[in-house]
């Protein structure tokens, strides 16, 4: 069994990255922030919580996040493992985590500030279907045009030099101390982001030592 947490800032590649391995090792990929998404758009009595708390310019609350941890845990439809992606996101909810669960291994995706402006400025979305794209990975056939759709591209209204450099400064703060405490118990893997996703995965197993995927041989 191999069980998983994945860090970095946004436009790391954090769900690319733990896709695969969750495809090639049978691994449960467990997303805090789709999790959340998913109360939301369900309507449930948690997605009302959530939107209360983000309507009034408020973060979840520690206790809300942990719950939601455990709950999803407590599932074990992980019978080959899981990589958590989105989680902890402070200090606390890393100390949560190490007392109620043992892991295998951190990874730690790190991407220079520059570059990680450089991705999340060009990131495009479409506000009919919902499709993503990226101007320097995925540019559509047609500038600005959706492929699926024919709509009109966007902006994403967040995606901007001053709301990036917020979320970059919060990051940092946050999660330096996370990294910090958990390189006291050696469980950190740092992998240079910056390179192909290709690259990126096969130092990913490099680094944990897995073998070759099972599909692979």
């Known amino acids: 069994m191999r069980k998983y947490l994945i860090i970095g800032v946004q436009g790391s590649g954090k769900g690319t990255q733990s896709a695969l391995l969750a495809r090639a090792y049978e691994l449960v990929h467990i997303n805090v922030g789709d999790i959340f998404r998913w109360h939301v758009q369900q309507h449930t009595k948690l997605g009302a919580l959530v939107r209360r708390t983000m309507a009034a310019g408020e973060?979840?609350?520690?206790?809300?996040?942990?719950?939601v941890v455990r709950d999803r845990l407590d599932q074990h439809d992980w019978n080959y493992g899981f990589i958590i992606d989105g989680f902890p996101?402070?200090?606390?909810?890393?100390?949560?985590?190490?007392?109620?669960?043992?892991?295998?291994?951190?990874?730690?995706?790190?991407?220079?500030?520059d570059e990680v402006r450089r991705r999340v400025l060009a990131r495009r979305l479409c506000p009919n279907c919902g499709m993503?794209?990226?101007?320097?990975?995925?540019?559509?056939?047609?500038?600005?045009i959706c492929e699926v759709c024919g709509h009109q591209l966007v902006r994403r209204a967040?995606?901007?030099?001053?709301?990036?450099?917020?979320?970059?400064?919060?990051?940092?703060?946050?999660?330096?101390?996370?990294?910090?405490?958990?390189?006291?118990k050696e469980y950190v893997f740092t992998i240079d982001a910056s390179r192909s996703v290709?690259?990126?995965?096969?130092?990913?197993?490099?680094?944990?030592?897995?073998?070759?995927?099972?599909?692979?041989?």
Do not use: C, M, W
């Open 89 to 113: 996101r402070n200090r606390r909810q890393a100390e949560f985590f190490l007392e109620s669960y043992d892991i295998d291994g951190v990874i730690h995706l790190d991407l220079p500030d």
């Open 132 to 144: 993503d794209y990226n101007l320097i990975y995925d540019r559509p056939a047609e500038e600005g």
């Open 198 to 217: 290709e690259e990126v995965q096969t130092s990913i197993r490099d680094r944990l030592a897995l073998p070759p995927a099972d599909s692979e041989r």
């Open 59 to 67: 973060l979840i609350g520690d206790d809300l996040v942990e719950k």
């Open 158 to 184: 967040d995606d901007t030099e001053e709301a990036l450099a917020e979320r970059l400064r919060t990051y940092h703060d946050k999660t330096d101390p996370i990294l910090d405490l958990l390189r006291r």
